[in-house]
């Protein structure tokens, strides 16, 4: 996948601001974030300065998005979701959604694979959004991360990104039990609005430590990772009180 640097980019570059929903004034730097070391002759002008930039920008608009979208959420819970969403797998996914390794800049040696690397696919997310924060300002690359990363919070937020701890529980329990897991509701406090709950999970006649969350789903799926850690030995990650 991706060109070698000896192809006319001005096709590559025009599919690329095609599939990103961003024209560039500058297309100096669109060209120098698709530019793998490989294909550069010098590193300063590859796209790993646009990267470092990059990856700093996706990490404060997403904290600000979290920050904004999750105003009852302790500071535990917004590091929980930053981790995820702002992680090389999840940018390396959004570039492979995007086909972004069909416009990459590499050297000849490069394109010659069949898949182009995750741990590239992902820099080179990150090196776009530092392009386009260069052209365009703040504003444009804070609508390409929300854009982008308002999709990955919300299936993290549904469990579906990154792991689902109630399911891996209820394969370890039936793997290792035979017993489908259970979760009891222990208590609950706070107003009607903004009640939170503590739920404990249960194999059997086993009844693993409780946790806290700001709604049942959440605290079943906080219970569910206690009860995965207590069976595997480790320290719990959420306390009880």
């Known amino acids: 996948m991706g060109r070698t640097i000896q192809r006319d980019d001005s096709e590559l570059l025009e599919g690329c601001q095609d599939v990103l929903g961003y024209r560039f004034r500058d297309q100096g730097l669109l060209r120098e974030a698709l530019t793998h070391a490989s294909g550069a002759n010098h590193r300063l002008v590859s796209n790993e300065r646009l ?3 990059g990856d700093a920008i996706l990490g404060a608009v997403v904290c600000e998005m979290l920050y904004r979208r999750f ?5 535990g819970d917004l590091t929980r979701i930053k981790s995820s969403v702002v992680s090389r797998r999840t940018c390396a996914k959004i570039s492979q959604e995007l086909g972004i390794d069909e416009f990459l800049i590499m050297g000849k040696g490069m394109g010659g694979h069949d898949q182009t690397p995750s741990s590239m696919m992902g820099d080179v997310f990150e090196s776009l959004i530092g392009a ?23 299936a ?5 990104g990154g792991v689902n701890h109630k399911s891996r529980l209820q394969q370890v329990a039936q793997r290792q039990f ?12 706070g107003p009607d609005h903004s009640k939170c709950f503590k739920i404990a999970a249960r194999i059997g006649g086993r009844r693993f430590a409780p946790a806290w969350g700001r709604n049942k789903k959440d605290a079943e799926q906080n219970a569910a990772l206690n009860a995965l850690c207590q069976i595997a030995g480790e320290p719990l990650p959420f306390e009880s009180d």
Do not use: N, S
């Open 51 to 53: 990267e470092f930039l």
């Open 156 to 160: 993290v937020e549904d469990g579906q």
């Open 132 to 154: 386009v924060y260069l052209d365009g300002g703040m504003e444009a690359a804070r609508r390409l991360i929300a854009r982008h990363m308002g999709p990955e919070i919300d």
């Open 71 to 75: 105003p009852d959420y302790l500071e």
């Open 178 to 189: 035979g017993e489908t897991p259970g979760y009891l509701l222990l208590d609950e406090k």
